[in-house]
């Protein structure tokens, strides 16, 4: 399995301001997708982070919001633009594995004021 | 498309009593079923997994899980819980043939009293 750092592990935002969320994992993988757990909620994907073209983004999201760069095999940001407070959540980054299972990463815990 | 329902948002249990956390799924293929578990200010670790195969999978924890195809279902279970036990609970599917990307449940609380 991958192990994932991801960081910050949590942050307090200003309202209007950005936040760009790391993900580093520790063996190359073609999968890597960002996800976010809004407060009792389930994991909503975000995007698909692809190596060396844009992402891949779902329904609901788009690149002005939630840039994402993923510029080699090991590592991926996920910015959050013009925050507001409705963007308070739990963000993951998350690797898929070849037999279908994803990892996690910790998550990053995201308070806008 | 896929689907994955969570009977119950939270369960509650005495500890030593048994797990039973209900998953049910829809999926046009075979699919790859999981169990993810969330402890509090973590993110999300594995339980156990079904690809194919024995239809009851063994995962961490003492947790097993049974594929009931007829009855699209993947519960999950555990004899005798523990206090440590008390976490969120995602049941998972997704398609082998496909984008290999889960689709979540929307996750059940288990609360374990003493």
């Known amino acids: 399995s991958a192990v994932i750092s991801q960081k910050p592990s949590r942050d307090i935002c200003q309202r209007g301001t950005s936040l760009t969320i790391q993900c580093q994992v520790d063996s190359q993988v073609t999968m890597m997708f960002w996800y976010r757990q809004q407060p009792g909620q389930s994991l909503t994907l975000i995007a698909t982070?692809?190596?060396?073209?844009?992402?891949?983004?779902e329904s609901g999201f788009v690149i002005d919001k939630f840039p994402i760069s993923r510029p080699n095999l090991t590592f991926s940001t996920l910015t959050v633009s013009n925050m507001s407070p409705e963007d308070s959540s739990i963000y993951l980054c998350s690797v898929g594995a070849a037999t279908g299972e994803a990892f996690f990463g910790q998550g990053t815990r995201l308070t806008v004021v | 498309a896929q689907s994955v329902t969570q009977l119950g948002s939270h369960v509650s249990v005495s500890e030593g009593a048994l797990v039973l956390l209900r998953c049910n799924y829809s999926s046009s293929v075979p699919p790859y079923l999981f169990w993810y578990v969330q402890y509090p200010n973590q993110g999300l670790q594995l339980l156990l997994k079904?690809?194919?195969?024995?239809?009851l999978v063994k995962g961490i924890n003492g947790f097993e899980a049974e594929f009931k195809k007829s009855e699209t279902s993947f519960h999950l279970t555990k004899p005798s819980a523990h206090m440590s036990d008390a976490a969120e609970y995602f049941c998972?599917?997704?398609?082998?043939?496909?984008?290999?990307?889960?689709?979540f449940g929307r996750g059940t609380s288990l609360i374990v009293h003493p």
């Open positions: 079904y690809t194919t195969g024995a239809t």
């Open positions: 998972a599917v997704s398609d082998p043939g496909g984008s290999y990307i889960p689709t």
């Open positions: 982070a692809n190596q060396g073209s844009e992402a891949t983004y």
